[in-house]
């Protein structure tokens, strides 16, 4: 098998969950780029899908395109090595919390474009290129921005109370366990983990987000009330998911 192509956004979460599943079962991959709105079309061309909303992760392996973060862990569940993500008997369950983090990620980015189509330096580090060239950035970050919300419905996602009551769940769910299903390390702990980016992304070595792009994502009130969520993955990032291991 030659070594297959992960296509992810760098500060994305939902990449972030697909980068850490291929970690998890030891799968070298090569790592590109998308460029969201820009990069469109080439998505299309890459995995042939002229329909539909394409969107990255997708992992490209052996001539066939895998979307999104949950099928990509499955994949690696299958290819890889190591302790399966998806345990027998225990695949309701992880798929459960795969979609509590689910809401609580739509409902962060909601949010996020909308901070940041109010912050000017957020929308520049959001477009790839130098710098001093600021001012020119600005108008393609709006449209980069306004092109998610439209994709993604922004304006239907969850808000603060979806986000609030799935914080609920979790901590009543680990109530100081270190996991979430069946006393072990599962997707259902990536997925959650990698969700708590909406209340304070991970850390740079691991979301490589700009400073102006990390205050749209922290939600400081909350981070404060959940401080134990966030030092249960904080710990799970830094000894699941070492940043040396990528
Ligand atoms: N259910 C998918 C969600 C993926 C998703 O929402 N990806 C967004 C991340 S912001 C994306 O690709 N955005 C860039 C684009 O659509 O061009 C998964 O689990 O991977």
């Known amino acids: 098998m030659s070594r297959p192509h992960l296509v992810s956004l760098p500060y994305s979460p939902w990449s972030l969950k697909a980068k850490w599943a291929?970690?998890?079962?030891?799968?070298?991959?090569?790592?590109?780029?998308?460029?969201?709105?820009?990069?469109?079309?080439?998505?299309?061309?890459?995995?042939?899908?002229?329909?539909?909303?394409?969107?990255?992760p997708i992992l490209i392996a052996d001539g066939e395109a895998i979307m999104g973060s949950d099928a990509i862990a499955r994949w690696a569940?299958?290819?890889g090595e190591g302790e399966p993500l998806f345990p027998e008997g225990e695949d309701e369950a992880v798929a459960h919390w795969n979609g509590i983090a689910d809401e609580l990620l739509d409902a962060g980015r909601a949010r996020v474009i909308e901070r940041s189509l109010a912050s000017r330096e957020a929308l520049i580090e959001s477009v790839p290129g130098p710098r001093f060239l600021g001012p020119l950035l600005v108008p393609v970050g709006k449209m980069g921005a306004r092109f998610l919300a439209r994709k993604y419905g922004a304006d239907r996602a969850g808000g603060r109370d979806v986000v609030e009551r799935g914080l609920a769940a979790l901590g009543e769910a680990l109530d100081g366990d270190a996991h979430l299903v069946g006393d072990r390390f599962t997707f259902a702990d990536i997925a959650m983990a990698a969700a708590l980016a909406c209340v304070r992304p991970p850390g740079r070595s691991w979301d490589h987000l700009g400073d102006a792009s990390r205050a749209c994502w922290t939600d400081d009130a909350l981070a404060e009330q959940h401080e134990e969520l966030l030092a249960w993955r904080d710990h799970l990032f830094a000894e699941r998911f070492p940043p040396r291991v990528r």
């Open 22 to 56: 291929l970690d998890h079962h030891r799968v070298a991959y090569r790592l590109g780029t998308h460029l969201p709105m820009l990069g469109e079309r080439l998505l299309r061309l890459r995995t042939g899908r002229w329909s539909g909303k394409v969107s990255v």
């Open 77 to 79: 569940d299958a290819h």
